[in-house]
């Protein structure tokens, strides 16, 4: 039987091969929770030299806006031709990040390590044999006490849930990923906020949240932004 921790991981590895252009641009969210001030948004923004950890940093898009600020740069990614590719790619524009191999549920960094973690579209990819809770147990555990999570969380009613095989801990087996990088593969969703504070609140609190609701030309994306403090 075919894993798909596996077979996400090429799927992943030859997406990004072919994003050979050295220009990447950041994700709107993360620019405007990192330099914006909103009514609902309860965030210390990050001094120079605070270390941020830039889960699942793919192409580098968000990586190299980190280090713009000023930030004391590290990532993961689930292959070493990623973190190759990513990492030429911000050579070749000067910037230098510690990024390793590494997945949502074993991070190899140590214990309270970080001041911030960026997850970008990526905190709720579930691996085999691995629950919502497990990555989200070991993010903690990389925080230190205070640090901030800034997440985007997958919502129920997005496009890449069309046809998903739901299962009893809440996450669902992807059927009908249009881009053909996810299906076989579990992702974990959530219909309300509410749901997610409650899901969240063994290991964070102080928790600030957004919407987005795009329909980028017949793919409709629905999610979340949270932002919350390590207990």
């Given at each position: 039987?075919?894993?798909?921790?596996?077979?996400?991981?090429?799927?992943?590895?030859?997406?990004?091969?072919?994003?050979?252009?050295?220009?990447?641009?950041?994700?709107?969210?993360?620019?405007?929770?990192?330099?914006?001030?909103?009514?609902?948004?309860?965030?210390?923004?990050?001094?120079?030299?605070?270390?941020?950890?830039?889960?699942?940093?793919?192409?580098?898009?968000?990586?190299?806006?980190?280090?713009?600020?000023?930030?004391?740069?590290?990532?993961?990614?689930?292959?070493?031709?990623?973190?190759?590719?990513t990492n030429?790619?911000?050579?070749?524009?000067?910037?230098?990040?510690?990024?390793?191999?590494?997945?949502?549920?074993?991070?190899?960094?140590?214990?309270?390590?970080?001041?911030?973690?960026?997850a970008?579209?990526?905190?709720?990819?579930?691996?085999?044999?691995?629950?919502?809770?497990?990555?989200?147990?070991?993010?903690?555990?990389?925080?230190?006490?205070?640090?901030?999570?800034?997440?985007?969380?997958?919502?129920?009613?997005?496009?890449i849930?069309?046809?998903?095989?739901?299962?009893?801990?809440?996450?669902?087996?992807?059927?009908?990923?249009?881009?053909?990088?996810?299906?076989?593969?579990?992702?974990?969703?959530?219909?309300?906020?509410?749901?997610?504070?409650?899901?969240?609140?063994?290991?964070?609190?102080?928790?600030?949240?957004?919407?987005?609701?795009?329909?980028?030309?017949?793919?409709?994306?629905?999610?979340f932004?949270?932002?919350?403090?390590?207990?």
């Amino acid at each position: 039987m075919d894993d798909p921790s596996q077979n996400i991981n090429t799927s992943y590895e030859q997406f990004y091969a072919k994003k050979t252009g050295a220009k990447v641009y950041p994700t709107e969210f993360v620019v405007r929770t990192f330099l914006a001030n909103y009514p609902a948004l309860s965030f210390r923004k990050p001094l120079a030299g605070d270390r941020v950890l830039d889960v699942a940093f793919g192409d580098g898009r968000n990586t190299v806006f980190l280090c713009d600020q000023g930030l004391a740069v590290s990532g993961i990614e689930i292959t070493q031709g990623i973190v190759d590719q990513t990492n030429d790619r911000l050579q070749k524009l000067g910037y230098e990040a510690d990024l390793r191999v590494g997945r949502n549920s074993s991070i190899p960094f140590d214990d309270q390590y970080f001041d911030y973690i960026l997850a970008c579209h990526c905190c709720y990819y579930c691996d085999e044999g691995d629950s919502f809770a497990d990555n989200l147990m070991e993010y903690a555990r990389v925080m230190k006490p205070g640090a901030y999570l800034v997440a985007s969380v997958a919502c129920r009613s997005s496009y890449i849930f069309n046809n998903a095989v739901a299962l009893e801990d809440g996450s669902y087996v992807i059927k009908s990923d249009p881009y053909g990088n996810r299906d076989g593969y579990r992702l974990h969703a959530f219909a309300t906020k509410e749901q997610i504070e409650v899901y969240f609140s063994r290991w964070f609190t102080n928790f600030s949240f957004g919407f987005a609701d795009n329909d980028y030309y017949g793919i409709s994306e629905r999610v979340f932004w949270v932002v919350c403090q390590k207990k």
